[in-house]
């Protein structure tokens, strides 16, 4: 595959989002494992986030529409191992998330302090402040949190960190 | 066996969407049905490739009788009340926690790929269900007593767990299944220390001979086979 090609692969599967996260891009949520280009033939690789994310059937279509569109006969298939984990999540992800108003996940020690211990370390994307408490260990999605700042209080989810 | 587990133990859950007591153990035991549905699709596909025909994940979800479905009869336990649904996700949770330790090294690459996806939303899963034994058993007398009841009536169902069948020996010398005898000394260390911190005794009730694992089950598994099975009996072969 030339390297022009392989651009073009790549900015076209940048333009595909996770349909629950729509600012993240596949590619900075690190879902996509292989890219293989054979001519026009496309062989594309993803792993799920959390084996019943509805999400991965949905990434799955549109990444096999957009190639196909772009003129590539694609073929996507589901990996399962090695199993993802955030830290996966590119910095530049993580910057959209927190923008978007999900708190990035820490790494694993704070982020048992946080879910368990309930410690004050989870940093508000509202108003940046640590003073915010865990409401609910399961989120509007598996992979989040619920929490709530306690200064500005505006409850906001975080993305749990999986190992 | 493990995919009907997990389907069974995940429908029981789903009926508890926009059910549950607040809003919050709503969300987890969705979220959690949700994590043991996406298993078992990876169980199923993986059952349907080796089965080969015209068999799909579907198929071998939707389409069986109830002889052939393999789950333990514990997870067909209805969900009577809060502490029994946190009770039997608990019980099944410190079981399916070691249970995929062991398959993390099975020989068949599959199993071991599932499995490592699996333990980590499982671990979040005993997390969440042995907080609440905690919580309700060492809470209010009621509490106390609800989930004490829950626990009694719940216990006789564990020994199935671990009662070998011929296919799970096999799967065991062959290096694929897991060794039951292990997966108990770790269940029973952790259940001691719950109950313990729960203030809750461990149920002395003699255990019951069941055998969902080969096909045996309760009256419960009919209507959960009705609810389930109904869409694909009614409208064969229909897509979402």
Known sequence: MTSVQNKNIDNLLRELTDPEIPVLSIMDMGIVREVEANGKDLFIKITPTYSGCPAMDTIATDIKLKMDAAG??????????????????????????????????????????ALIDGKRIVKCTNCGSTNTKMVSQF???ACK???????????????KCLK | MLGDNSMILGHRLSELCGHGPSLETDIA???????????????????????GGEATEDSIAFLRFDRDYRNVILVEQPNTDFAHVIGRQFLYDAFHLPLLEQLMKSNDEMIAAVAAKSIKESRYHLRFSSSWVKRLGDGTEE???????????????????????PIEKEMATLGIGADLKMIREVFDEKIKAVFAEATLEIPQNPPRQTNGKTGIHTEQMGFILAELQYMQRAYPNMQW
């Open chain 2, 143 to 165: 509490s106390h007593n609800r989930m004490q009841a829950a626990m009694n009536h719940l216990f006789p169902f564990v020994s199935e767990l671990f009662r070998e069948t």
């Open chain 2, 29 to 51: 035991l969705t979220n959690i049905s949700l994590d043991l549905f996406g298993q078992v699709r990876s169980y199923f596909q993986y059952a349907a490739e080796m089965k």
């Open chain 1, 139 to 141: 989120g509007s999605t």
């Open chain 1, 72 to 113: 590539y006969n694609t073929t996507v298939k589901l990996v399962l191992s090695p199993a993802w984990t955030t830290d996966w999540i590119t910095e530049n992800g993580r910057k959209e998330l927190e923008k978007y108003g999900i708190a990035a996940p820490l790494d694993e020690t704070s982020d048992k302090h």
């Open chain 1, 145 to 159: 949190a619920l929490f709530q700042c306690e200064d500005c209080l505006e409850p906001f989810d975080y993305f």
